[in-house]
């Protein structure tokens, strides 16, 4: 019987503990201590204590009280819990709010998700390049591809276009396509759409009928004419 009713107040008195926290609580800066002060002010508040003081906190924790403020004061300074005042009837209360820390949990596991699928658009990035090429990627060809995505900000697809144009302009290099890139970035080019509209402008440019007197100075000049964008 008695360990029945252990077992039921262990099933019925669980206090819901963010696995993103332990997962990720030391790479959000936090230590062993500090996790655990932070899970028992949950765990308080889950209970309807909505301020625990640092003698409460300590009687479940290995640290004094002293040890307890002082680390509920830090983790207050640097953005991981705060604290609520509320004014009833003139009486005034303080509550802790855990609201910081679950906005940094998922700060945290977004920027990770774009990281990731990041990465993997660069790996495959690497792929598409050494097909193309016949060949590994030089250290020096993979920082240029890895700057194209980090510091000049192209989309996978827009580098993806360039190697295509270089492939049919039969100039299979990475300052050809640098190139390409450089001209759409001057150009305001950010998507396939508005690099299609701009390869076709610079097409009629091209491709217009010089005038008379220009015809009589130099000889004509053919351009070719695809539509790489739509290969």
Not at 173 to 191: A, E, H, P, Q
Request: with cysteine.
């Amino acid at each position: 019987m008695e360990k029945k009713l252990l077992t039921d107040l262990l099933v019925n008195s669980n206090v819901m503990i963010p696995s993103l926290l332990l997962d990720n609580y030391y790479s959000l800066g936090l230590n062993e201590r500090e996790c655990m002060l932070l899970i028992h002010v949950h765990a308080f508040i889950s209970h309807g204590n909505y301020f625990p003081t640092p003698n409460e906190l300590s009687e479940r924790m290995s640290c004094t009280p002293a040890e307890c403020a002082e680390t509920l004061r830090y983790l207050i300074q640097k953005g991981y819990l705060a604290m609520d005042q509320s004014k009833d009837n003139n009486i005034y209360s303080e509550a802790y709010t855990l609201l910081p820390l679950w906005e940094k949990l998922v700060s945290h596991h977004y920027q990770n998700e774009v990281s990731n699928e990041s990465h993997e658009q660069e790996t495959a990035l690497y792929t598409i390049f050494e097909n193309e090429f016949g060949r590994p990627l030089s250290p020096i060809e993979c920082e240029t591809l890895t700057m194209w995505i980090d510091q000049d900000q192209h989309s996978s697809e827009l580098i993806k276009a360039a190697l295509r144009e270089s492939v049919i302009s039969g100039k299979l290099n990475f300052r050809y396509i640098d190139r390409i890139l450089f001209d759409w970035k001057k150009n305001s080019v950010k998507t396939l759409e508005q690099a299609k509209a701009h390869g076709e402008k610079i097409r009629q440019r091209f491709n217009q009928k010089p005038s008379q007197q220009e015809r009589k100075k130099k000889p004509a000049i053919t351009f070719p004419m695809y539509n790489w964008l739509e290969k």
